[in-house]
């Protein structure tokens, strides 16, 4: 009796079942196959979303957020300390926002590796403290918004903080973050006199990199003493150091906090201090920009 495709397909025999779907699969030869149109493809609106995108970027850029589809839904951002922040619409849709701050200020970071650059940063940014000694590589950065009450009256700045690395093999890279410093702190480590005893080197080296006008602090940090070491340079003697060089004496524990707000306050205090005394002329002064 012959097999009719379905019996085959019945016996669960797989190489057979195969063969007889391939057969009602295959379309016999002589029958011309027909085939659907495609369905027409919209027009792609390729200037449509270009403009929405720029609509979205250019309202986000000055400040506002919401929806770039419903303008009446755009909320005013909100500075930082919950005040909102003077923006206005001005002519043909353009947005004034005022910043929160009345200027921005480059500070570098430099000395040894593992006197604490970054842990001072981490300590004055993150509010934590970091245990181990993971060297920096090159140069981060990190920033901040501080309240000087410099010359009386309360006034917000925006702290660029460059941090590089005290290994050698960085030193030529390092070199090129002086030029566009305004408050340079050199930091060593109160419990590693090696680190005290290079700061000659330092101080030689930012005077000659660092631009006419800017301010150079040393910090001793690690007053704290860790749980293993001890004070090896007095607060005396590194104090009497840097009234030798004319320099202002910081000491510090990125461990603790001790000093640490206290320490970037008064780089930004001694700097708008400065500005507004007239002794520093922001337009002419690199590493300074008045918003
Ligand atoms: N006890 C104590 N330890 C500290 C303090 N500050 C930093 N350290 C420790 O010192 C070590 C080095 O700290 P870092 O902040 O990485 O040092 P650095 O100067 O940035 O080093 P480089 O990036 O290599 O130039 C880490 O193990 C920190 O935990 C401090 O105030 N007290
Ligand atoms: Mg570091």
Redesign the pocket.
Known sequence: MPSTPAKKLASRNSFEDFKTLTELMTVPRGIPVVEEPAPPVPPRDYFGCLRRACNYATSTLAGWRGSPEDPSRYTRPRAPSGQKVGASRSQAGATDVKLPYVCRINLLMV??????????V?RFTQGH????????IGVEFASKIVDTAAEGGKTKMKLHMW?????ESFRSLTRSYYVNALCIMI?FDV?RRQSFESLHNWVAKTRELAPQGAFIMLVG???????D?TREVTHVEANDFAHELGLPYFE?????GEGVEGLFNAGAEMVWGAVRRNELDPRTTKGIVIM
């Open positions: 000395g040894e590796s593992g006197v604490g650059k970054t842990s001072l981490t403290f970091l245990r181990g000694h993971a060297p920096t941090d590089t690395s005290g290994h930091v419990t940090n690690k007053i704290d003493g860790g749980i070491r510090t524990s990125a461990r603790t």
